[in-house]
């Protein structure tokens, strides 16, 4: 039977500063979930509950269990830290995420057709190691179907950057 890393140990990271940081994170999202709610109304109109009756409420929620977390990883600092991820494990995980993120910054400045033909075409020749002609071919066609699909046959359209709108669409 083998023995579960702990943090501290080489290649490991531990728990305390996920749990802290994501925390942290919730806790200012629900902060802006209630400020914003307070803004557009939390109260009982004449036609029902305001635009930010339960948005208010979910905020809150959101502010107390993430702060619950927040606090008792702060008050468990000192005791025992157990293993969250390997390096390794965090590695793969920054594979995908690193570009993904990219691909989310790219759509508001290239569009989705354009961010997303990179996008397809980054991982089936970096991690999927597809030859070229297979790689453009679905690095383009899919989409090019996404674009038939919204923007002509449901008539929904879809964010366009510089290109689509040379070509008129």
């Known amino acids: ?24 994170f919730l806790v200012l999202l629900g902060v ?17 509950p305001r635009s930010g009756y339960f948005p208010f409420y979910i905020g809150s929620l959101l502010i107390l269990s993430s702060g619950w977390v927040l606090v008792t990883t702060l008050l468990k600092w000192n005791q025992a830290d157990p293993a969250f991820a390997e390096r390794s494990q965090l ?11 990219l691909y989310v910054g790219a759509i508001a400045l290239v569009g989705i057709y354009l ?16 030859g070229w002609p297979l790689t453009a071919a679905v690095a383009v066609g899919v989409p090019m179907l996404f674009f038939l699909v919204f923007e002509k046959w449901f ?7 510089p290109i689509e709108q040379m070509l008129g669409f």
């Open 91 to 101: 590695r793969s995980v920054m594979a995908v995420l690193v570009p993904m993120t």
């Open 155 to 161: 008539l929904v359209p879809l964010p366009k950057g």
């Open 115 to 130: 961010a997303s033909i990179a996008l397809i075409g980054y991982f089936m020749r970096r991690h999927g190691k597809f």
């Open 1 to 24: 039977m083998t023995e579960e890393p702990q943090a501290g140990e080489a290649g490991v990271v531990g728990t305390r500063w996920p749990e802290v940081i994501v925390a942290a």
């Open 32 to 48: 802006m979930v209630v400020t914003d709610s307070i803004r557009v109304g939390t109260g009982w109109g004449d036609d029902g």
